[in-house]
């Protein structure tokens, strides 16, 4: 009786200072026509009206509704005052019910529903645009956390880093095999190293040129989908190996069939030596087959240039051109873009410095078939004079220049074999480079096809849902699962390849680097060698000719 008495009080003044609050307080719109509501009363005091109760003091700046109040009333007075619960209501501090009124109301606030239609994604929500979704993947790997796929492929790059193997590879003694048309070549391929695969430290095996050319097909099967920079074997020539096929067994030197296979055969161990270098692909089980199998390989029935397998390359080369040309990523990785301008460039410079060598091996050609020619006239002079001192001088100045003209021919094979081939040699890896640029594009394709097939079928089960077909958004959410998990590894597969390509572009450009360092110096040593080897020659002529009584 106590408690609903202080009830019954607090709300009558609370009644009487809202009813002098709304007699006091002026029209709160008075511009507009018509009757105004009076204000929603507050039941905080102002600061300098003294409160009727110490209980006021407390209460909130939000109006109560009545309709809580008196059920909060109703539920009090229906409880049995025990006389235990009066004795712990004088010494525990009284609650404020309009407080907890207020709460409720506020707490208790409705939600608007949604619709099935209106809870479905959007496709905005769903999909990112690709430059999002490259953005995303950028942040991720710059990201210290590592999953546990690029924690297995950390540890595989310091298994490689810390590789110390070698191996030697030289290839030589070409040997023509057969007669006319059905003739082939056939080259020793010899190893040795430390590596602890290679059977016996020294292996010699004798490979024919479409053997090369299946191992080349066989490591781009099995690597080039990682995103890795596959080196590229020499091009088969037509009219090269028909020079060869039809040619005598006895090739004298400077003959073109001669040449030809000389330059095959540095070349042939040139991309031995590149995949060696390459700290997996020297692991690889075809590439060590290769290496030291004394079994005949299997014969390759796909490399032959005029073959149906070789038109189809052709139009497979073709088409991929056309699909590199259309498929274009905005790449928010800036690094992938600039290195993709970078070798298109040094590819362009390449070409023109491959041009003005093999200008200069021409005109290095023609100087030694002159300097030959004024040697031959200058015996023929000196035969002819009858001038002793001067007879001689002529025959010693036709010996020179028949020297300089073995230097000259020396001078052409450096100038094509050492700095010639080595730029050739990185014209044609510019074409892997662009492959594992463009490995990573066709990954990045699959993702967003995955990811817009994902994003169709969602707006599928929206539908259905919406006509609460029940069955249909079943089977929809089975699909949307199986979508999520192949997005989720084509994002994955998307990052792997990405950081393979930085990894191998990385790579890549030390070893060209290290490889046009070790060429030019090559080159200058020999070229220095030669230039010594003139001035020697003559200096010793000049005597000669100062002694002309």
């Not at 507050?42 to 409160?51: A, I, L, N, V």
């Not at 501090?93 to 109301?105: I, R, V």
């Not at 990573?440 to 990811?451: E, N, S």
Request: hydrophobic share 35%.
């Amino acid at each position: 009786e106590t408690a609903n008495a202080r009830l019954v009080a607090r709300c009558d003044v609370s009644y009487e200072y809202s009813r002098k609050m709304a007699d006091s307080s002026p029209p709160p719109f008075p511009d507009d026509d018509g009757p105004q509501s009076p204000p929603e009363p507050e039941f905080s005091m102002p600061s300098d009206q003294p409160s009727d109760s110490p209980e006021m003091a407390q209460e909130t700046s939000e109006p109560a509704p009545a309709e809580e109040v008196e059920k909060k009333l109703e539920d009090i007075s229906l409880e049995p005052a025990s006389p235990v619960a009066s004795e712990s209501k004088k010494e525990e501090p009284e609650e404020d019910l309009f407080q907890d009124a207020s709460a409720s109301a506020q707490v208790e606030e409705p939600e608007p529903a949604e619709s099935p239609v209106a809870s479905a994604p959007t496709a905005a929500s769903v999909s990112p645009s690709p430059e999002q979704a490259i953005a995303a993947v950028a942040d991720v790997s710059a990201t210290p956390e590592k999953s546990s796929d690029s924690a297995g492929l950390d540890a595989a790059e310091q298994d490689e880093a810390s590789d110390s193997f070698e191996l030697n590879i030289k290839v030589n003694e070409p040997e023509k095999v057969g007669d006319g048309m059905g003739a082939y070549m056939v080259y020793q391929v010899n190893t040795s190293g430390s590596l602890p695969a290679l059977k016996g430290g020294s292996v010699t095996v004798r490979r024919r040129f479409s053997d090369f050319l299946s191992l080349q097909s066989k490591l781009q099967i099995n690597h080039l989908k990682d995103g890795r920079i596959i080196p590229a074997a020499p091009e088969k020539s037509v009219v090269g190996m028909a020079k060869t096929k039809f040619s005598k067994e006895e090739s004298h030197r400077g003959s073109a069939s001669t040449d030809f296979l000389e330059k095959r055969r540095a070349s042939l161990e040139r991309y031995l030596q590149r995949c060696a270098k390459h700290p997996v692909l020297r692991k690889d089980g075809d590439f060590l087959e290769f290496l030291q199998s004394d079994k005949e390989l299997p014969k390759a029935t796909d490399t032959s240039a005029l073959s149906g397998a070789g038109m189809m390359r052709l139009l497979k080369g073709v088409g991929d051109s056309l699909s590199k040309m259309t498929a274009k990523i905005s790449d928010a990785d800036q690094w992938f873009e600039e290195k993709q301008q970078h070798f298109e460039n040094v590819d362009t410079h390449l070409k023109k410095l491959h041009s003005g060598i093999e200008s200069l091996v021409a005109h290095r050609r023609e100087l030694v078939s002159c300097t030959s020619a004024f040697a031959k006239s200058s015996a023929m002079l000196g035969n002819t004079e009858e001038h002793t001192s001067l007879s001689r001088v002529l025959a010693q100045l036709s010996e020179v220049e028949e020297k300089l003209a073995s230097l000259h021919d020396e001078q052409v094979d450096h100038d094509f074999f050492i700095f010639g081939e080595l730029v050739k040699d990185y014209i044609s890896l510019m074409v892997p480079v662009r492959a594992a640029f463009q490995q990573r594009v066709k990954a990045f394709q699959a993702w967003q096809v995955t990811q817009s097939t994902l994003q169709k079928k969602r707006e599928q089960e929206a539908k259905f849902a919406a006509q609460r077909n029940e069955e249909k958004v079943k089977l929809c959410q089975e699909e949307i699962k199986q979508l999520e998990i192949r997005v989720e590894k084509g994002q994955e597969e998307f990052e792997k390849v990405s950081k393979m390509v930085r990894k191998e572009v990385e790579r890549f450009e030390a070893e060209r680097v290290k490889d046009f360092k070790a060429g030019i110096l090559q080159y200058l040593e020999k070229l220095m060698h030669n230039q010594q080897q003139v001035i020697k020659l003559w200096e010793g002529f000049l005597p000669e000719a100062k002694a002309i009584a």
